[in-house]
């Protein structure tokens, strides 16, 4: 089974390569199963409801997030509602949405999916590596398939949290940094691993935001609006061929398509 999996979508310049670029890279890599982080989508910070669903729409089977997913207060009710778009689980009991679930691909097949936040540099949450062994367990009652979604800020905790899950899931994916990096690689016990998907969005930025106002913002130290770029769109993401019957992850490979490359 090909799983593809979308680093950050980005605001409109985000949205714009999955309405633009997710077909062709479904078509060309023979993609089953597509999951992507949503949480930046809405203006950088964010995603409300009728983008969550245009992005559902495109192709997107299920959305995780992470930190930002609080910033529209529309998306609260949604979350209850919507069950393919995942909050992280190890936010504390009784929060709107769920931070796992079970999914299936176009042919039937089962797919769990996890989303988890870091806590070094970042909220003081529940443990995620504790919160992740329990998701697991009930996950895997149904499927050997699963991914992980692990949202946070440090390299240390996302290494950390891949070797903890070697051998429990069938990848652990980074995301938050929105900065690619070129660490993939297989597990000693069939995980893939990445420390950073990547973003979907404007390369020509500094992640993400115009390079004038992110360098306005850290010369003045003034809050600045962040402002989405525009300039050299991309989608960058994995996939990830996964064993069915094992789930055991069997490759993964970094990409990244511009959208003037889609035909």
């Not at 310049?13 to 949503?38: C, M, P, S, W, Y």
């Amino acid at each position: 089974m090909n799983i593809l999996f979308v680093g950050d979508i980005v605001g409109k310049a985000g949205r714009q390569a999955i309405q633009g670029i997710l077909e062709k890279v479904v078509r060309d890599h023979k993609i089953e199963f597509t999951i992507a982080n949503g949480e930046n989508a809405a203006g950088g910070m964010g995603i409300t409801p009728q983008i969550a669903i245009e992005m559902l729409d495109h192709g997107v089977d299920v959305l995780t997030s992470g930190n930002h997913i609080w910033a529209k207060k529309e998306i609260i009710p949604f979350l209850n509602e919507e069950f393919r778009l995942l909050r992280p689980s190890n936010y504390p009991p009784n929060v709107p949405g769920k931070g796992s679930g079970i999914f299936h691909t176009r042919d039937g097949q089962k797919v769990g999916v996890l989303n988890l936040e870091g806590r070094v540099f970042m909220k003081h949450l529940d443990c995620p590596f504790r919160v992740a062994e329990k998701e697991i367990e009930l996950l895997r009652k149904e499927t050997n398939i699963i991914l992980v979604d692990f949202h946070a800020e440090a390299t240390s905790e996302k290494m950390a949290m891949g070797w903890f899950l070697d051998g429990k899931v069938s990848a652990v994916l980074g995301t938050h940094t929105h900065v690619q990096t070129s660490d993939e690689r297989i597990l000693e016990e069939g995980t893939s691993y990445i420390t950073d998907v990547g973003m979907t969005g404007p390369l020509d930025s500094v992640i993400g935001i115009r390079k004038e106002v992110a360098l306005e913002r850290l010369l003045t130290q003034i809050p600045w609006k962040f402002d989405v770029a525009t300039e050299e769109i991309v989608l960058q993401g994995v996939v990830i061929e996964v064993d069915s019957e094992t789930g055991k992850s069997q490759s993964i490979q970094r990409i990244k398509v511009r959208l003037d490359e889609r035909s």
